[in-house]
């Protein structure tokens, strides 16, 4: 079967949700290309609701196996539809950049005879004019909404060769359908890869310290929010640039202290210091608790450590408080001392048989009552 051709059939029909399980049934046959990965970005623009996050993916993909084959002509197509994604993302300084590398691909202003026949081809024409249409768009948008100077070393998105190797992209593509061969479009961009699969916390009274384990973490590319009530990290996997790893809790079960609290991105793991907002005063460093839980188990691990803190421990009415370091929570020492003072003082009157019974604390302490002995004392 011609999926290729059966996907093409549902765009044109404005079925673009079956059109991007017959492309992807494509790829799985031809995994790296740029041709088919395109044309699955332009489906996924054109659901309902659009998932631009997922064209985009695929059109970065598509540049890369373009400029693995070193094809002008797929290039072009793959770089227009990642400016298409850029935009619906809201990344108009950087759709801007790439329009700017595009320029190059541009047909010259033809004249005479040579305009007409490049009117009659109208590829590259057509090709210009997208690309005028969108500068035009990006303008506005930036004019409205002011973003920092996008600049790259490279007209590409991030990546090589390796990352669009036939054996990555058929497992990616095999993530992506269900057991009946259709689409999955719960499928989220980072949940094929394990850059980041594991997470440990730990607590002192102060704050909560969250740690994510993961390699390479572009820091300038990083997104990493900390509010009142939640927590949100977010990075382009360095194995697959094209996918985006995200991790949040939100909400949180107690309240935070957002400007107190910090994040470090280091070479093998991102580190956030959360400052509770009310100190935990029966939890100390000592009685900490590390956990390096999967991400589920951590994430109710670190709810947890945030909700023990709004809730105080129980105390008995009336009870004295004492520093502790007790899970528990405080002792109360004075009814420990009379608890062991009736054990003792049962002990000793078990040990002589009933012959003995003193409420002397320092005498029955230290000593073993016979029952002979005290008989022989009657």
Known sequence: MDFAKSGADALAAGDPATAVTQYTKALLVHPASPDYLTQRATAFARLRPARYDLALRDSELAVLCGRKRSS????????????????????????????????????????????????????????????KIWQSKVTKRLAENPQPEFSSKDEYPEGTDKDVADAALLKLYKSQLKPDGTFDFNWQPGQDSSAASTTAW?????????????K????????IEIQADSVSISFPQPSDPAATFSFAIDPLHALIDASSSTAKIMSTKVELTLKKASPDDTTTSASTTPSSDPDPVAKA??????????????????????????????????????????????????????????????????????????????
């Open 72 to 131: 002008r002509k797929h290039i072009q197509a793959a770089q227009l539809r990642r400016v298409v994604g850029l935009y619906h993302n809201g990344r108009y300084a950087e759709a801007k950049y790439v329009l700017g590398t595009m320029q190059k691909w541009l047909p010259r202003e033809a004249e005479g005879e040579e305009k007409l026949q490049s009117a009659m081809s109208g590829g590259d024409q057509k090709a210009s004019m997208e690309v």
């Open 202 to 214: 730990y607590q002192n009274n102060q704050s909560v310290i969250l740690t994510l384990y993961a």
């Open 216 to 223: 390479g973490v572009p820091k300038d590319k990083a997104q």
């Open 301 to 378: 691990a670190v709810l947890s450590s945030l909700q023990h803190n709004a809730q105080p421990q129980p105390q008995t009415a009336g009870a004295p408080v004492y520093p502790t370091s007790s899970k528990s929570g405080p002792k109360n020492w004075d009814k420990l001392a009379k608890d062991l003072t009736r054990k003792k003082t049962k002990q000793h009157f078990q040990e002589s048989n009933g012959t003995a019974l003193s409420t002397n604390w320092a005498e029955v302490a230290s000593k073993r009552y016979d029952p002979v002995e005290e008989d022989k004392k009657d």
